[in-house]
């Protein structure tokens, strides 16, 4: 299962496709920060640039929005109009067992999704701007339980220049169809969606694929799918299913060291994380406030932690692994690491590498 992940992750070998091809194969990149999508398409195609990326999001070509699981992806446009109507009750469920919902009980929701819609179309809007003008017309209530009112249901998409490399600051939020032009739809089908998680992801169990898709029922699709799908049990007997014609190369299949961003998909795909990583490193990897750590992946599975150091001339890419790691090894990650600094720090004319030590 973990050749199979890596390979369809164009994580074996980089892809000479196209960053829209990538991010469609990928059903979309975790962008829960701006950085970690540009390192997620760098680490996995042959040819990547930083400004490849930037022009897609500000020609509108990507966008990115809320989808799987109820948090921030980059995804192409063309996948949005799709996947946000096949999503939506991922979102009213999400809101519905909200505070937020509970603070605007008894209210016509309708009115306030009506008004939100009427102040996006006029220009976009930040979370606290759209909350307070929402708030001018229902005073009595909570500015921010009013902005999620909306942003639940309706199909909002983020403004650059946030989202796009090294920017951050306040979000703004335009409505799809003014940013994108045109309606949004048809809606994917749950079939279509589940088909493309495993050609990405897959084996995949059930429950993996809920967890990575915040769907309800998607045994029935499973079952409804059929002989479209090949079965398997993992060492625990744990029935996987895949799409056939998807590669599942062999175990023992060697693979390069790579460096992911934060919030990579592959980690947070699965209800059971084994394939990757395991239960002790994922410890360490995910933190108690909701942040998933830059890793490093050696023969395949999370080895080690990264991250880049910036002062003055030099960018430093500081390697903190979890085990002793070989000389080999050592030098493949300081070889790919000189690599990414020259994508992600180009500016700085000083490059460096360096290990902690083990911990």
Known sequence: MNRALLQRQFLTERTPL???????????????????????????MAR???????????SRR???????????????ARDFRGLRPMLQPVMDRAFNQSPYARALSGLELAEVVAEGRRLLEVEPLSNVELGRRLQARWPERAARALCFAVRNAESLVTVPPFGTWGVGGEVEFARAETWLGGQMG???SEDEVVLRYLRAFGPASVKDVQTWSGLRGVAEVVAR???????????????????????????????????????????????????????????????????????VLVDGFVRGMWRVEREKTRATLCIEPFA?????????????????????????????????RVS
């Open 225 to 295: 799918l059929g002989t479209r799908l090949r079965t398997f049990r993992d060492e625990s007997g744990v029935e996987l299913f895949d799409v056939p014609d998807a590669p599942r190369p062999d175990g023992d299949s060697p693979v390069p060291v790579r460096f992911l961003p934060e919030f990579d998909n592959v980690l947070l795909a699965y209800a059971d994380r084994a394939r990757i990583i395991s239960e002790e490193h994922r410890r360490r990897v995910f933190t108690i406030n909701g942040i998933v750590r830059a890793t």
């Open 324 to 356: 002793s790691i070989s000389r080999a090894d050592r030098e493949a990650l300081t070889d790919e690491a000189l690599r990414l600094l020259a994508c992600v720090a180009s500016a700085f004319p000083t490059h460096d590498v360096r290990f902690a």
């Open 186 to 188: 048809p809606a994917f």
């Open 48 to 58: 990547f640039q930083l400004e490849d990326l930037t022009r897609l999001y500000t």
């Open 18 to 44: 196209g960053v829209p091809e990538v991010v469609e194969h990928l059903v979309g990149l975790q962008a829960q920060a701006s950085n970690p999508p540009y390192v997620g398409l760098w680490t996995r």
């Open 62 to 76: 990507v966008v990115r929005a809320t989808l799987m699981r109820g948090t921030q992806h980059l995804v192409t």
